[in-house]
C-alpha cells in the first residue's frame, strides 16, 4: 500500500523559511518522479514543484522559481520542499503527489500558514 506522509508545516512571518517533508513508502520510490501540489483556502490545487527518479532534474511553478528548492533522498525515501521569502499568497495545505500509469496517490497535506 502506498503511503506518502507530510510535515514541517506550521506558521512563519512573511520572508520567513520552512522545510517541509515526505516520507514515502509501499512502492519503490527511486523508481519514480515525486511532486508537491497545494491548495489554498477556497481555490483549486496547484502544481508547485517536481523532481524526477534520480533527483537531478526539477521543475517549478513560476511563482516560486529561485525561493523554493525540492530535493530527494532515495535511501530514506523522502522528499522535501525547501521553503524561502515565503509570502502570504504561499500559505496552503501542500501535498506530496506520486503519480503512476492511471493513478493518483496523496498524503493528508502539511498546513503551511504565512502571517505577521
Known amino acids: 500500500e502506498v503511503q506518502l506522509v507530510e510535515s514541517g508545516g506550521g506558521l512563519v512571518q512573511p520572508g520567513g523559511s520552512l522545510r517541509l517533508s515526505c516520507t514515502a513508502s509501499?512502492?519503490?520510490?527511486?523508481?519514480?518522479?515525486m511532486s508537491w501540489v497545494r491548495q489554498a483556502p477556497g481555490k483549486g490545487l496547484e502544481w508547485v514543484s517536481a523532481?524526477?527518479?534520480?533527483?537531478?532534474?526539477?521543475s517549478y511553478r513560476d511563482s516560486v522559481k529561485g525561493r523554493f528548492a525540492i530535493s530527494r533522498d532515495n535511501a530514506k525515501n523522502t522528499v522535501s520542499l525547501q521553503m524561502n521569502s515565503l509570502k502570504p499568497e504561499d500559505a496552503a495545505v501542500y501535498y506530496c503527489?506520486?503519480?503512476?500509469?492511471?493513478?493518483?496517490?496523496w498524503g493528508k497535506g502539511t498546513l503551511v500558514t504565512v502571517s505577521s
Open positions: 509501499g512502492f519503490t520510490f527511486s523508481s519514480y518522479a
Open positions: 523532481i524526477n527518479s534520480g533527483g537531478d532534474s526539477t
Open positions: 503527489n506520486l503519480k503512476v500509469v492511471g493513478m493518483n496517490y
